[in-house]
């Protein structure tokens, strides 16, 4: 596992979650594990940010963990910046700090789309040490200067190996933000920036926090589309030793099975949960990307680079 930090005298850790209905399934599967692999005495209270769920699958959801629902109306949805790939609450993350109680100084933020196999209370200890998050390197996009990074990045006084975070997995100081006005400076970035954003309010806020964000352990966000595969050489042994892990990008194993080491420990976790959640029904996409994933793409995975870095997949 993670090399443990200090602990936290915190009785309570505040595991913040943005979805719509249609990532209902992951997030079921990331509670479950999450609460699986808590330490004894440690409890968690989740606060879901959504447009929508219906009240029987809140229900669902708060049989798990205990869940505060902060439903996103279309004016705070209206504030959220959007492009045309993602859905409308892709970037609700920036709303944080407007939507969370006030009483809240520090969340975990997770995206759904992850399993967690080790202990969050570990992580909770992190010190931020006056950042205002806590973050871990993107496996895809290396530095703020790589293809897909953030634009402009000279013109932003960003040096050419600033390193880039992942947002997947986020630990807040929320006064820091309110006190750095973080939303508002992401929002004039999307105002000012004329290429096209790729990755929305991850690549607006390394553009604003490029220097005010601390490292995490990468075991923390392990991409799976990457971390114990045959063509991920500039990765290290963090897969062996997984805290967190994400499955971004196009290939979701509660879809389809996948390639790589986290596929079998993913559908053990989603067979368990498989009580709580109706089963979704597997797209022809789906079966292809599958296919591609463990049978091809370890062949192929240079033509996929090249065609990713230049905005055709």
Known sequence: ???????????????????????????????????QHLRHGAACE?????????????GVISSILKTHSILLTPGLLAKA?????????????????EVLPSSLERVLFLDADMLVLGDIAEL?????EG????????????????????????????????PYFNCGVLLIHLGRWRERAVTQRA?????????????????ALNAVL??????LDQCWNLLASRAGRPFDRQGGDEWKRPGIVHFAGRMKPWRAPIAGPFNAPYQAALAGAR???????????????????RHLRALLYPLEQYLWKHRFL
């Open 124 to 128: 909770w200890a992190t010190p931020l």
């Open 187 to 203: 929002l004039r970035y999307f105002e000012y920036t004329r290429e096209p954003i790729d990755f929305l309010h991850q690549e």
């Open 81 to 97: 910046p959007r492009v045309r790939h993602y859905p409308p609450e892709a970037s609700s993350p920036l709303l944080l700090p």
């Open 46 to 58: 989740l606060y879901l940010v959504h447009s929508g769920i219906p009240d029987a699958t809140l």
């Open 275 to 293: 009580p709580l959640i109706a089963r979704e029904p597997s797209h022809l996409r789906d079966r292809f990307t599958s296919i591609y994933d």
């Open 210 to 215: 490029w220097d005010d964000w601390k490292h």
């Open 1 to 35: 596992m993670c090399v443990p930090a200090a602990q936290d005298p915190s009785p309570v850790i505040p595991i913040v979650c943005a979805v719509n209905r249609h990532y209902v399934t992951p997030l079921v599967v990331m509670l479950s594990s999450l609460k």
């Open 131 to 162: 950042h205002v998050l806590a973050a871990a390197a993107d496996a895809a996009v290396p530095l703020c200067s790589s293809p897909r990074g953030v634009k402009d990045w000279r013109a932003l006084g960003i040096q050419r190996d600033t």
